[in-house]
């Protein structure tokens, strides 16, 4: 499962999510309703972000085409991603797109949908500092709160201190003043930040584990996440998900067998 169009400005909300409880949805109610109610970050570039007031981004793009695929309109919430998992299980959107990053233990209260693209976390730093696991010995290492990069950040031995930041455009701030030594992320969220941010000084090193990254949706809702599957199997056969990737990393980040 955080970066702005901007890298460190502030998100600007489509919809406030936590007023009045939704329904939960099955496929009958949300083809009959003919929209689907879609949940996202809008902070993790070049994913989810904003370019002044419109959302968009890779996965903004991927679940809007998944919608004209099932022939319905696509109605966006935005919400933080250490909400999102208890926002699904209260049934206030019919599913997340920016569910990478979760802790193995936060999954298990879900559902996936077939993954939308492979990545990996990995090490950022200043270009002579720490980018390999072994040299985080001793080092202070900075992570997003309640992530997967946060959980695997904590099995490496020797790491002084891992500190928690809300979003990742915390966490970039933080290594570029120097209040942390290192930081981890997804390897595409890290390759676009540094693309947009040539002088900061910082650069990627080793990759420290791979995942593979799906929309969330609650538990036992099978009908539906058989729609998003297949609608996103047509999506890779006819090379939409190629050209969204093509179009947003310049590369394929398509999970393939």
């Keep these: 499962m955080r970066l702005l169009a901007k890298l460190l400005g502030a998100a600007i909300p489509l919809a406030i999510l936590f007023s009045t409880p939704v329904v939960a949805r099955d496929w009958s109610v949300i083809k009959e309703s003919g929209t689907i109610i879609a949940a996202t970050e809008g902070a993790f570039y070049p994913f989810n972000y904003f370019e002044g007031p419109k959302l968009t981004g890779y996965e903004v793009e991927v679940a809007e085409a998944v919608a004209k695929k099932l022939g319905l309109k696509l109605e966006w919430r935005v919400v933080s991603f250490d909400a999102q998992l208890a926002s699904i299980r209260q049934d206030r959107f019919d599913f997340a797109i920016a569910s990478h990053g979760y802790t193995e233990e936060r999954a298990k209260a879900v559902d996936f949908a077939s993954p939308h693209y492979c990545t990996g976390g990995q090490i950022a730093a200043h270009k002579d500092g720490s980018l390999t696991v072994a040299s ?25 201190e891992l500190k928690t930041y809300k979003a990742d455009p915390e966490v970039f701030s933080a290594l570029k003043a120097g209040k942390i030594d290192a930081w981890i992320s997804d390897k595409w969220l890290i390759k676009a930040t540094l693309e947009k941010n040539p002088d900061s000084g910082i650069v990627a090193g080793e990759q420290i584990f791979v995942e593979r990254v799906s929309m969330i949706l609650r538990k036992n809702n099978k009908e539906f996440i058989d729609k998003l599957n297949q609608a996103l199997a047509d999506l890779k056969q006819d090379g939409t998900l190629a050209a969204l990737s093509q179009k947003f990393f310049k590369t394929d980040i398509n999970c393939h067998p």
Excluded: C, R
């Design 136 to 160: 985080l010995n001793g080092k202070t290492v900075g992570v997003q709160l309640a992530t997967s990069y946060a959980e695997n950040a904590k099995k490496i031995p020797g790491i002084k």
